[in-house]
């Protein structure tokens, strides 16, 4: 297994994309992400998910979570609070899957800005990505 945030060995909590996408974000009005979410910043969570990657596929250090795959190219893109971003740690690399994952790490919850958008809400440290 990877190594543990914080130097602990505390078992990762549980976490589900029903309780990270169980409310609406609102950009314009800053709506506050849940207390429920934000007491598990910093902490080692685990999530089963579907990968997609960005550009990368093969090594891919940066990958998104998501709930479900899309059944097309025309399908919408996930709310911000919907996905999370992955980022492998201490130089590991994964491989694309097709499969549902299951992911280790420690989440945090802040806003992801690129190119001055805001692209999620949630980011993970992936140490471990197994089957579920």
């Known amino acids: 297994m ?3 945030a914080a130097g602990t060995n505390a078992a990762p909590v549980k976490l589900s994309f029903d309780l990270l996408k169980s409310w609406t974000y609102v950009e314009a009005k800053k709506t506050p992400v849940p207390e429920a979410i934000t007491k598990l910043d910093g902490k080692r969570v685990e999530l089963v998910a579907f990968m997609m990657p960005l550009t990368q596929v093969n090594n891919i250090k940066e ?4 709930p ?14 919907h996905m999370l971003v992955a980022r492998m740690t ?5 491989e694309v899957s097709t499969d549902e994952i299951k992911v280790r790490g420690v989440f945090h919850c802040d806003e992801i800005r690129e190119d001055g958008y805001l692209v999620a809400l949630y980011r993970i440290d992936v140490e471990e990505i197994c089957k579920p």
Do not use: D
């Open 2 to 4: 990877g190594a543990h």
């Open 63 to 66: 990958f998104l979570l998501v």
């Open 68 to 81: 479900y795959t899309w059944g097309c190219c025309y399908g919408e893109p996930p709310a911000v609070n």
């Open 90 to 94: 201490g130089g590991k690399t994964a």
